[in-house]
């Protein structure tokens, strides 16, 4: 299924709401769509922590993670991302707040897909335990778009 196929519910949210196909609804909190462009680090450490550095588009984001979207990821990449769980880096410039602000947690999983213009990854982000600005940005932004 590639990901045009995918958005068929017309509001630009996933049929699946972002889990993998087959996968189980884990979420202890609710997502909300949300767009912007990210920078994602992801820690290789088996390359003497070597991290790879990624541009992002977030699609949803809540108290425990966020949905990102990384385009033409090259397939040999992915195949090294997978070996096992990655900690990763967000850097976000989240409206309304000075600054960036860095998220902490994990690839929690990914959805890679060959597309008719390249090639596709969602990764499902989780975070870990949130202190100080970062966790009052993300309060501050999850007031905001609450409905």
């Known amino acids: 299924m ?86 990763v880096r967000i850097n976000a410039q989240i409206p309304g707040t000075d600054g960036e602000t860095i998220f902490f947690g994990k690839v929690a999983w990914y959805d890679y897909q060959e597309t008719s213009t390249g090639t596709s990854c969602l990764m499902g982000i989780e975070f870990e335990q949130l202190m100080g600005k970062a966790q009052e940005t993300l309060n501050a932004l999850l007031d905001r778009l609450r409905p």
């Open 2 to 87: 590639t990901l045009e196929n995918k958005l068929t519910l017309g509001d630009g949210r996933f049929e699946d709401d972002g889990r993998p196909r087959g996968g189980i609804e884990r979420r202890r909190h609710p997502r909300y769509e949300y767009a912007a462009d990210v920078l994602v680090r992801i820690v290789f450490m088996e390359e003497t922590l070597s991290p790879s550095l990624m541009v992002a588009h977030t699609r949803d984001v809540g108290r425990g993670g966020m949905l990102v979207h990384i385009e033409n990821l090259p397939e040999q990449h992915y195949r090294r991302l997978i070996r096992r769980q990655r900690p």
